[in-house]
């Protein structure tokens, strides 16, 4: 079945639910300015479950209500993963058969964005849900900069290091911040680098839309949920078997 929709208490009655903040403090006329816009939003009818206030000036509310939208999965546009799924081991002996030396990695959070959750579980030894971060590999020689790092940091150190692929993780996305950086650094290695000798640029966030990689110059976004094998693995194909 291709065509679906939303399923709330019974199959296929469109019933969803929304939670947003409104710029008013809570009292009826908050409420009513809430189911207006989710009336606006296509929800009819919709129903207010929760209402809190959020400091002087701000409510967060959530809504109930139904929609008459229908999805067509077969239009969904999404980015599969095109390329086997390895073991570290699998990494490893594909590394030193092939490349026969280590591949530079370096990874970093650049501007402002001091969130190094995201970049920490991809590279650091203790990884994340089970999986050994890059560190562990051991045929990967990994760079973790940290925050805050600057791109013409980032440039210089992927230089010196003779990176193969540079990581970079964005999570504060604040008008945009997230594309704003990711652009620039792009940029900077177009700037800095020949085509032939740039490495590889992969930049991971909640916020990345995956299909943007032409748009932002960069080889490959990834979103949510990524796993450290997941990255191991397309560095692999990306650097080595796609260039067999």
Same mark, same amino acid.
């Given at each position: 079945m291709s065509i679906i929709r939303p399923y709330g208490d019974t199959t296929g009655d469109g019933m969803v639910q929304l939670s947003f903040t409104l710029p008013i403090p809570h009292d009826k006329r908050a409420e009513g300015a809430a189911l207006q816009l989710a009336g606006k939003m296509g929800m009819d009818p919709a129903m207010l479950v929760h209402a809190k206030q959020m400091g002087d000036e701000f409510t967060f509310f959530v809504v109930y209500g139904k929609v008459?939208? =229908?999805?067509?999965?077969? &239009? +969904?546009? +999404? +980015?599969?993963?095109?390329?086997?799924l390895l073991s570290a081991k699998e990494v490893n002996a594909v590394i030193k058969r092939r490349l026969r030396r280590r591949l530079n990695v370096v990874g970093a959070c650049i501007g402002t964005d001091a969130h190094t959750v995201g970049i920490d579980a991809i590279l650091n030894l203790k990884g994340i849900a089970g999986e050994k971060g890059l560190e562990y590999y051991s045929e990967l020689s990994v760079t973790n900069m940290g925050a805050q790092v600057s791109v013409p940091d980032l440039v210089e150190t992927a230089r010196e290091k003779k990176a193969d692929a540079v990581l970079v993780s964005q999570v +504060?996305? &604040?008008?945009?911040?997230? =594309?704003?950086n990711t652009r620039a650094m792009s940029?900077?290695?177009r700037e800095a680098l020949p085509a032939g000798k740039r490495p590889l640029l992969i930049v991971g966030g909640p916020r990345f839309d995956e299909l943007m990689t032409g748009e932002l110059g960069v080889d490959r976004i990834f979103t949510r949920g990524t796993t450290p094998r997941e990255v191991a693995s397309y560095l692999v194909h990306a650097l080595i078997e796609s260039r067999s």
């Open positions: 008459g939208h =229908l999805v067509d999965t077969d &239009q +969904v546009q +999404v +980015v599969e993963r095109d390329y086997p +504060v996305t &604040q008008r945009d911040a997230h =594309l704003h940029a900077a290695f």
